[in-house]
């Protein structure tokens, strides 16, 4: 059996920049408060909350510096987090920032903000809040369908499929007179899903290590089903079940933005040992 691992599989340079900012930040400070995990990855945030980087939901529960995590929040949050008197450590990821610029830009000179994303995703929540809460999200072309203004301004979750964002604008285009468009899918999606999906053209199984509530994991995953002949999306070597691999010559791993080269390296060296 031929085990492969993807080019650029595992954390992006936004995560990497995270992580780095909170591992420096908690030799400064015994506690640290984070909206939301630090990273798609339930290992990760394990370990981290044993560092003393404590999760939350609200405001309220802060009494200490912040972390902003990689996907950013809304400017309102930053606002109550200043009149709170608390220390903000922002590691937003610039490709994230940029996207909120452009959001708020679109907003500024007037257009329809249409953000290409997941409503529900936290990055696509504080895009929203840039727009004063005036654009709208979506994620599907019938969606795109029902779009209606003269002026539209696009936007896109950083970690959103190219071909996918691709069709949305082309219906858009039909129909909107005027029509701006950020891509704002940053290089490491872009790269990441290309590699995979070469990889599981040539691939009898394709593993897709990540966060069960990491958006850009999923999105492998559903790439990687499309094109290999079958695929898993898994946290751990725990989930795997060996009857995967029955008559399976080529396998390929991939993993999110979010996934640690060592969690990678456990799951390719569990699955050698299988054979
Ligand atoms: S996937 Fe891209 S935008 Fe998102 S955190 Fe990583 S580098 Fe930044």
Known sequence: ????IAENAGFCYGVMRAIDIANRALEKHKTLYSFGPIIHNPQVVEEYEKKGLRVVESIDE????VLIRSHGVAPEIYEKLREKGVEIIDATCPFVKEAQRYAKQLCDEGYKVVIFGDKDHPEVKAHLGYTNYTAIAINSEEEAKKVKATRVGVVCQTT???ERFGRVIEILAKKIRELKVFNTICDATEKRQKAAREL?????????IGGKNSANTRKLYEICKETAKNAYHIETEKEIDPEWFKGVERVGITAGASTPSYIIERIYNFIKELK
């Open 1 to 4: 059996m031929i085990i492969e």
């Open 62 to 65: 802060v009494d200490g510096p």
């Open 160 to 162: 959103q499929s190219v």
């Open 200 to 208: 599981a053209k040539r691939s009898d199984l394709m593993i897709v």
